[in-house]
């Protein structure tokens, strides 16, 4: 089986602060692959980042960064100087065989509620 | 526009009639999937499919059924709703589930069961 934990339910921070969402997972695969995705309050889900489980390099988007450690089984993410715009729930997600043949079955975390105040 | 398109918007039934939510995808895309959204649980995959008339479940199967006769096409029937079953519902779709390209999701379908 596979398993993702956002710990953080909610977060609430000031504009312009950095803010860390952290995702921990668990999955007896050796090649899986990882993913962040945002919902704004409009409800469309937005695909943000994609990383495959051989590929640890930190990947930096702007004002976006993802910090991949396989020792720790973490993916965290991280908005630098936040905006309003930023307010938004954001899901981890996570995609490996999980017993089956394919890489079909997707299990997300529970959402981590970011909310950037001016 | 390249788009997922999912109907309807919103839906409100009774226990034990009949429903279903129809999902549509313009890009050629193999894969295809249904997720439901609930408070503090985050989307769980109902059912996927990796391609015409290759479906398979995901974490929450029951008391729903798919079918992927055409391409473009993934539909979700529940038989027999029940008030367990009122949540939000996204169906998505990528170039390929085997490559784990990103998912396109539709506008989502609230669902009430009364």
């Known amino acids: 089986a596979q398993k993702v934990t956002q710990a953080q339910t909610e977060i609430s921070v000031v504009e312009k602060e950095d803010v860390t969402l952290d995702c921990v997972y668990e999955?007896?695969?050796?090649?899986?692959?990882l993913f962040w995705y945002k919902q704004p309050p409009s409800g469309e889900l937005v695909f943000l980042i994609r990383?495959?489980?051989?590929?640890?390099q930190n990947e930096i988007s702007g004002r976006y960064s993802w910090n991949f450690q396989k020792s720790t089984s973490s993916f965290n993410f991280t908005i630098t100087a936040s905006q309003v715009v930023d307010s938004a729930v954001y899901f981890c997600?996570?995609?490996?065989?999980?017993?089956?043949?394919?890489?079909?079955?997707?299990?997300f975390g529970q959402g981590t509620i970011l909310t950037v105040h001016p | 526009e390249a788009q997922v398109t999912q109907n309807p918007r919103y839906l409100i039934t009774v226990t034990g009639k009949k429903l279903t939510v129809t999902c549509s995808q313009n890009?050629?895309?193999?894969?295809m999937s249904w997720y439901r959204q609930d408070p503090g649980l985050g989307l769980r995959q109902i059912y996927y499919?990796?391609?015409?008339?290759?479906?398979d479940k995901g974490d929450v199967p029951e008391g729903y059924k798919v079918s992927r006769k055409e391409k473009r096409n993934f539909p979700l029937i529940l038989e027999s709703p029940s008030p367990n079953q009122t949540s939000l519902y996204f169906c998505?779709?990528?170039?390929?589930?085997?490559?784990?390209?990103?998912?396109?999701f539709g506008s989502g379908t609230q669902l009430s069961v009364l």
């Open positions: 997600a996570l995609s490996g065989r999980a017993g089956g043949t394919s890489y079909g079955k997707l299990t």
């Open positions: 499919s990796m391609n015409v008339e290759v479906t």
């Open positions: 990383r495959n489980s051989f590929d640890e």
């Open positions: 890009m050629n895309h193999e894969y």
């Open positions: 999955t007896r695969d050796t090649t899986y692959y």
């Open positions: 998505a779709s990528s170039l390929s589930g085997g490559q784990n390209e990103k998912l396109f």
